[in-house]
Nanobody
């Protein structure tokens, strides 16, 4: 009933930039925290950045100063601006959203949803 669709991944050279987008749709009353996670081959999925509905952000140390997370609440969309990309940033990036459902009976609940992932490859 809730779908998250990522876009913006691709191949970029070291030092380059990419902007990821994730749009949430479906039975949504509101979205609390949204975030980006990534998983490289042979590694665990790790948190990249999160942002609350009020705009408070949190970043992994490895991306601080290079990545910027933002959101458009009117569009239920979260973005990840990635600058100064490194080969180590190569991974599948997943969008996450903590969704409050539109049905009143269930409004006290918050459910996590995940996007399908978008590949980011940093290579020369």
């Amino acid at each position: 009933q809730v779908q998250l669709v990522e876009s913006g991944g691709g191949l970029v050279q070291p030092g380059g930039s990419l902007r990821l987008s994730c749009a949430a749709s479906g039975s949504i009353f509101s979205i609390n925290s949204m975030g980006w996670y990534r998983q490289a081959p042979g590694k665990q999925r790790e948190l990249v950045a999160t942002i609350t509905s009020g705009g408070s952000t949190n970043y992994a140390d490895s991306v601080k100063g290079r990545f910027t997370i933002s959101r458009d609440n009117a569009k239920n969309t979260v973005y990840l601006q990635m600058n100064s990309l490194k080969p180590e940033d190569t991974a599948v990036y997943y969008c996450n959203a903590a969704v409050v459902p539109s049905v009143i009976l269930f409004r006290a609940y918050e459910s996590d949803y995940w996007g399908q992932g978008t590949q980011v490859t940093v290579s020369s």
